[in-house]
């Protein structure tokens, strides 16, 4: 690679929600970015904590004891095996990082497919 990643860029070039799109690989992992509204489906990782850094927008990651609201520019990072939901009321851009081959939804046979832009 011999220039920079511009996600506002990438981010322009898909308009599905919950479809993360994988921008660049760091050793084995996928650094990944989406546009999200609505809500995510219930679910965890049992091998793996989940990254959420919001770049624009407004994200609630809704666990099962409390709720964890993000702005711009504020991560937060949900500790392996624990329950959560993902919820935007609004269009929102976020980040996440992940090991290679996590499922998204924590179940590989209703995982979305990775896709690299």
Do not use: C
Request: proline residues 6%.
């Amino acid at each position: 690679m011999d220039k920079g990643i511009n996600l506002a860029e990438k981010l322009s070039l898909f308009s599905e929600y919950w479809s993360p799109r994988t921008v660049a690989r760091l050793n084995d992992y996928k650094v990944m970015v989406a546009k999200v509204q609505n809500e995510f489906v219930w679910h965890k990782h049992d091998e793996t904590d989940d990254f959420f850094l919001v770049l624009k927008g407004r994200l609630t990651i809704r666990l099962r004891d409390r709720n964890v609201v993000l702005g711009p520019g504020e991560l937060f990072v949900v500790p392996r095996g624990v329950e959560h939901q993902p919820f935007a009321e609004e269009e929102t851009h976020i980040l996440l990082i992940e090991p290679m081959g996590t499922p998204n939804t924590g179940d590989s046979t209703t995982a979305v497919p990775e896709q690299f832009i």
